[in-house]
């Protein structure tokens, strides 16, 4: 999650200016990961408001902790049974995070007891369109994302349906309970040469993580092999350092709102 705020700081920052924070407001980021957001959220409460995170991983809050503005509150817990009075807050932030929910559902409607009448949820979600690796090669791109599902499929017994499911954000959210939902789908384009934040990103979260040795099962010899040359630091087809390098990931938020009574 650091890795991909980092990466995706621009795009974020923006998403966060869109919403618009205002003084005073009490904001949750909800699965906060590192706690990069933390900062940027803070920003648009100022001294009069109130930002805490919440994550499940005992080494994220650590980071977040000690990231964090001083008067944020960093807490290790589940989402699904956060440790906050109900219809407290004006805004939760979440990103990248409903899509790890066995039930988005009722992941959504435990976040939503917490706002306040007419307190919002903004709900981002990057990649709900295909991403753009191998502009160059789109017919090897085909085949790595689908040796991806191939392997998700066989390793955790998800079905194409358990792994799609959150790209219907807006029915999730309109299920939860959230009214008035609006949304916003940007696109996070990167070209050689990239920031170092990028290549780390794309390297250790994708090249390295999501692909290697475990596609090979499920690629050609030749396209595995392909691949493999692409993913090489040490190899002179190293994707990441092409001078025609083009990447694109979708990114999306969409917020919605608790009914008043």
């Not at 994302?145 to 955790?156: E, F, L, S």
Request: a negative charge; hydrophobic letters at 45%.
């Amino acid at each position: 999650m650091s890795q991909f705020n980092a990466f995706a700081e621009p795009e974020l920052r923006q998403s966060i200016a869109s919403l618009p924070l205002q003084r005073g407001m009490r904001v949750l980021d909800a699965g906060c990961g590192a706690g990069d957001a933390l900062d940027w959220l803070r920003a648009g409460v100022g001294d009069e408001g109130m930002v805490m995170g919440i994550d499940l991983s005992a080494a994220h809050t650590v980071v977040a902790r000690a990231v964090a503005p001083a008067e944020a509150l960093v807490i290790q817990a589940d989402l699904l049974s956060p440790p906050l009075a109900g219809e407290t807050l004006d805004l939760i932030w979440s990103v990248n995070t409903v899509n790890h929910f066995n039930d988005p559902v009722a992941g959504l409607k435990v976040l939503a007891r917490l706002l306040r009448p007419g307190g919002r949820m903004a709900v981002g979600q990057s990649s709900l369109l295909p991403d753009m690796y191998f502009a160059w090669d789109a017919r090897l791109e085909r085949l790595v994302n689908d040796a991806v599902r191939q392997y998700y499929r066989v390793r955790y017994q998800v079905s194409e349906r358990d792994m799609t499911g959150v790209r219907s954000l807006v029915g999730l959210m309109q299920r939860s309970g959230l009214r008035d939902i609006t949304v916003r789908t940007v696109m996070i384009e990167r070209t050689w040469p990239l920031r170092p934040a990028d290549e780390s990103y794309l390297l250790e979260t994708i090249f390295q993580n999501t692909w290697g040795e475990r596609l090979r099962p499920y690629l050609s010899s030749e396209d595995f092999d392909a691949l493999a040359r692409l993913c090489d630091p040490e190899h002179p087809e190293f994707a990441l350092r092409r001078p025609d390098f083009h990447f694109l990931q979708s990114f999306t938020l969409a917020v919605g709102a608790v009914e008043t009574p």
